[in-house]
């Protein structure tokens, strides 16, 4: 084709084309790309939010698990515990990343203070697997040879003795430190059998509230002061990438079962803020198919007003072809202004929220997901590939 047969072409199709019309396709798109690409880019940063390891609280990935006691339940100690039915159906669960049994003394345990101190207790033992423990010491191992038995407390003890007991009852409040320092008198028994050790406070436990004693002891003390069998469990612990997660928590619910609620309260605002993203998504994704259908018509709508100089074009020997390829030179810039003008908006935004967030001890990437810029290119591709068609079809129509 000659020069002019271009600038002629060109003449013809500008004057089809309409300002107006083209600021509104072009709009369309854009706005949908940008909802698009906001939506796909929050689903990135909330993932972050929750499972990186910048935001990670190793001790809400820890979750002990029981069965919530009812009316019918007292009295029926069977129904409390966990079969073996049970603890297959909860290990098999997909959130659950690791499993452990938390096995409790069959003995009687008493616990007296040296010296004028005064003090004598009941109480109880429970053992879990080392790797759920969040306090790391190197005393903390036992064998039957030992008589010093090494214990962890929960904070919660040491804080309601400290705020609550002491100070109602005119006593001195208590350090860590002098805790670990006091060795405790500790009796077990189990009928006329009885054998005293010495306790050591090792230390103090966020994760897990109860009186840690080692598996070595326990399984010792069972198998010398209990029956020698291992009862079913009434707790157990596990852990999970997501404490958060809906399917978890409906789960504890249809089961029966509850844990530590402040460590899955987030789950209702986890399920909102997905549901807005997926919302936002959804029309992201109608008004593109919007965007695509009013690009659609726009284009024809241009060939249709140059209907009869593109036919006198065709008979002065301009190829279908030709004419399909010119006109597409004339959009395809187009799409990739949008696109790019959309991405840049996206990465603002992200760039602004990252440093929000961060103000709020929060950690997402400042720059834009990988999949926000494989959708905004995909979205490119997917509107060029629409709008071949269409101009191939109706060029051929008319030609």
């Not at 899955?264 to 593109?288: A, D, E, H, P």
């Not at 919007?290 to 007003?305: D, N, P, Y």
Request: with cysteine; glycine share 6%.
């Amino acid at each position: 084709m000659m020069p002019s047969f271009y600038q002629l072409l060109r003449k013809i199709i500008q004057t089809g084309i309409g300002r107006s019309r083209l600021i509104m396709a072009a709009g369309g798109l854009g706005i949908a790309m940008i909802l698009l690409l906001i939506a796909i880019q929050a689903h990135s940063d909330f993932d972050q939010l929750l499972h990186s390891q910048q935001n990670a609280n190793e001790s809400a990935d820890f979750l002990v698990i029981n069965k919530n006691i009812t009316n019918a339940m007292m009295g029926r100690r069977t129904q409390s515990v966990f079969s073996a039915e049970e603890v297959a159906d909860i290990r098999k669960q997909p959130f659950v990343n690791a499993f452990g049994f938390i096995t409790s003394n069959q003995y009687k345990v008493t616990a007296a203070a040296p010296g004028d101190l005064h003090f004598y207790t009941d109480m109880f033992f429970e053992s879990v697997p080392d790797s759920f423990i969040d306090v790391k010491h190197e005393a903390w191992n036992w064998t039957p040879a030992d008589n010093i038995i090494p214990i962890i407390l929960p904070n919660d003890f040491l804080n309601l003795y400290n705020f609550g007991f002491a100070l109602s009852q005119d006593l001195p409040q208590i350090s860590q430190e002098t805790v670990k320092a006091i060795p405790i008198k500790i009796t077990i028994s189990k009928g006329l059998m009885t054998q005293e050790f010495t306790g050591r406070i090792v230390g103090f436990s966020d994760r897990i509230s109860s009186f840690l004693v080692p598996g070595s002891f326990m399984e010792w003390a069972n198998g010398k002061f209990g029956s020698g069998e291992a009862a079913a469990p009434s707790r157990v612990i596990i852990k999970t990438k997501d404490p958060s997660d809906p399917a978890l928590v409906q789960y504890l619910e249809d089961k029966g079962y509850t844990t530590n609620q402040d460590k899955i309260k987030y789950s209702k605002t986890k399920m909102i803020v997905q549901t807005i993203v997926s919302v936002i998504g959804f029309f992201g994704l109608i008004l593109l198919l919007f965007a695509l259908l009013v690009f659609s018509m726009f284009i024809q709508l241009v060939i249709a007003s140059c209907k009869k100089e593109i036919q006198l074009l065709v008979t002065l020997g301009a190829a279908p072809g030709q004419l399909q390829r010119y006109l597409m030179r004339q959009f395809v810039p187009l799409y990739m202004l949008i696109g790019i003008i959309s991405l840049l908006l996206v990465a603002g935004i992200q760039w602004w929220a990252s440093h929000q967030l961060a103000a709020h001890e929060m950690t997402v990437s400042p720059l834009i997901a990988t999949g926000t810029a494989v959708a905004a290119v995909a979205v490119i591709l997917l509107v060029y590939l629409v709008n071949r068609v269409t101009v191939r079809k109706y060029i051929n129509a008319i030609s």
